[in-house]
Structures are given as structure tokens and as C-alpha cells.
T-cell receptor, first 115, second 111 residues
């Protein structure tokens, strides 16, 4: 089945530790996105990538890093510089070219907590 | 940047009732999506509707782009409709970029 796979579903981070969240899609979509959701809130953009080897910061990029070496993969690293990482992280992808307005589709998310 | 406001913030219904959720946005858009987030956190695409009207079973949506609002209608609600409903848009001048989300409407349907 085509879709977006996020792993792991649950992740715990120790103080001072970097952790990486995986996002893989087999939809052949060009664009991929990372959003963060805090309790009772809507989603906010961390990073997005419209094409391989290129990505842009979103509204809350501080303390996070990404890479886009392959079209199907867009991993997110939560670094020790992110002081409040506890949240629900959602990855999305979108078909069409760089400036397409086709709908975005979401994975099932990763819940990150501090130990 | 563009602002997205959803109303009401909370809605409590008995099974079988109808409801209307509203999304107002502050600028022109060329992408508007409605999502349902279930209790497990999954974000389900309901509609891609930058303009016009669409229907899918008991759900329908209308976007009046010139007046900058969208409505989501839920008819004959069921307990499985419970969850949070989000409206999200992309500003017309920022094609291809990320969605801007409202804060959502939390719907609780009891039997």
C-alpha cells in the first residue's frame, strides 16, 4: 500500500541526547514536511523540503535539524538544543511540482517524551 | 501571516444530531483542507476544498473563497465522529509551502 510511515510511534529522550525521527513515503511525492503538535493546539511547521537536497526552516526550527538525501525519506533530528521537545510530531508529503497545491497527506505521528 | 480561526472551540452532541463547523481565514488561499484527528492522533484527510462544495457520505464542506470562510457539515453524527477537526490553509502568495492550521474544534458525540 502507498503511504507515509513514521517510526517509532513512541520515543523517549534523555537530557542532552539527540534523537532522530524517521519519515518514509512511497507515494513518489516531491515535497515533505515536519510539523509539531502540542496538547490542545494546532500543528506548527518545523521544516519542509520541496525537492531532494533542499529544505527550508519553518516557524519553530530552532533545536531541530533535517536532511533530504533521498526523495522518499525526510528524517528529523531533535537536538539537545531543543529545550522543550515533548510533543507529537507529524510528517506529511505532497505530490506535484515545487509550487503545487495538491493536498498534503500525513503519517500516524511519533510521540516524543523526556525521561 | 495568514490567520485561521475555527469555531466553536468545543461542541457536544447527542448521537444523530447535525452540526456545522466554521473556519475563517484572513487572506486569499489556494489550498484549504479539513482534517479529523482521532483519539489516537491520526490526522485523516476529509476534504481538499479551496473553493466550492463537496460531499462524502454524511460529511460535506463548502468554501466561499471570496468571503474567506469554509464550513464543514456533519449530519446524523455518530460516536466515531468524536475527535478534533482542523481546518488548514495555504496563502495564495505562498504556493507549495506548508499548511497553516487553526486551533481546531473538539467534537464529542455521546450515545
Amino acid at each position: 500500500d502507498g503511504g507515509i510511515t513514521q517510526s517509532p510511534k513512541y520515543l523517549f529522550r534523555k537530557e542532552g541526547q539527540n534523537v532522530t525521527l524517521s519519515c518514509e513515503q512511497n507515494l513518489n511525492h516531491d515535497a515533505m514536511y515536519w510539523y509539531r503538535q502540542d496538547p490542545g493546539q494546532g500543528l506548527r511547521l518545523i521544516y519542509y523540503s520541496q525537492i531532494v537536497n533542499d529544505f527550508q526552516k519553518g516557524d519553530i526550527a530552532e533545536g531541530y535539524s533535517v536532511s533530504r538525501e533521498k526523495k522518499e525519506s525526510f528524517p528529523l533530528t531533535v537536538t539537545s538544543a531543543q529545550k522543550n521537545p515533548t510533543a507529537f510530531y507529524l510528517c506529511a508529503s505532497r505530490g506535484g511540482g515545487g509550487y503545487s497545491n495538491q493536498p498534503q497527506h500525513f503519517g500516524d505521528g511519533t510521540r516524543l517524551s523526556i525521561l | 501571516g495568514i490567520q485561521v480561526e475555527q469555531s466553536p472551540p468545543d461542541l457536544i452532541l447527542q448521537e444523530g444530531a447535525n452540526s456545522t463547523l466554521r473556519c475563517n481565514f484572513s487572506d486569499s488561499v489556494n489550498n484549504l483542507q479539513w482534517f479529523h484527528q482521532n483519539p489516537w492522533g491520526q490526522l485523516i484527510n476529509l476534504f481538499y476544498i479551496p473553493s466550492g462544495t463537496k460531499q462524502n457520505g454524511r460529511l460535506s464542506a463548502t468554501t466561499v473563497a471570496t468571503e474567506r470562510y469554509s464550513l464543514l457539515y456533519i449530519s446524523s453524527s455518530q460516536t466515531t465522529d468524536s475527535g478534533v477537526y482542523f481546518c488548514a490553509v495555504i496563502n495564495r502568495d505562498q504556493a507549495g509551502t506548508a499548511l497553516i492550521f487553526g486551533k481546531g474544534t473538539t467534537l464529542s458525540v455521546s450515545s
